[in-house]
Nanobody, 116 residues
Framework: VQLVQSGAELRNPGASVKVSCKASGYTFTKYYIDWVRQAPGQGLEWMGRIDPEDGGIKYAQKLQGRVTFTADTSTSTAYVELSSLRSEDTAVYYC??????????WGQGTQVTVSS
């Protein structure tokens, strides 16, 4: 099983960013994908979840309206897009596969830096 994420991104405040997470080694539609981020010096923050099988989504309330999850089953790839970026969105973004109530596999992380 592997989750491979896209590379680091640098954006200006107010811009958008889209991070990908390509899954391999298992049936993509059988497991939820969660997105988690970690800002410098902070703990992990759960962003939400997507069910690749039916497209069901849960967003963290804090990010509602600025975050969008999608999943392309033809390429086994999940995406997170965050708009209206602020400096506080600077973080390492991770995708993780969900098994029951735990994460068993993680992507390698994608650094997103928001700076003018």
């Amino acid at each position: 099983v592997q989750l491979v994420q896209s590379g680091a991104e640098l954006r200006n405040p107010g811009a958008s960013v889209k991070v990908s997470c390509k899954a391999s080694g298992y049936t993509f539609t059988k497991y939820y994908i969660d997105w988690v981020r970690q800002a410098p010096g902070q703990g992990l923050e759960w962003m939400g979840r997507i069910d690749p099988e039916d497209g069901g989504i849960k967003y963290a309330q804090k990010l509602q309206g600025r975050v969008t999850f999608t999943a392309d089953t033809s390429t086994s790839t999940a995406y997170v897009e965050l708009s209206s970026l602020r400096s506080e969105d600077t973080a390492v973004y991770y995708c993780a596969r969900v098994v029951v109530v735990e994460f068993d596999y993680w992507g390698q992380g994608t650094q997103v830096t928001v700076s003018s």
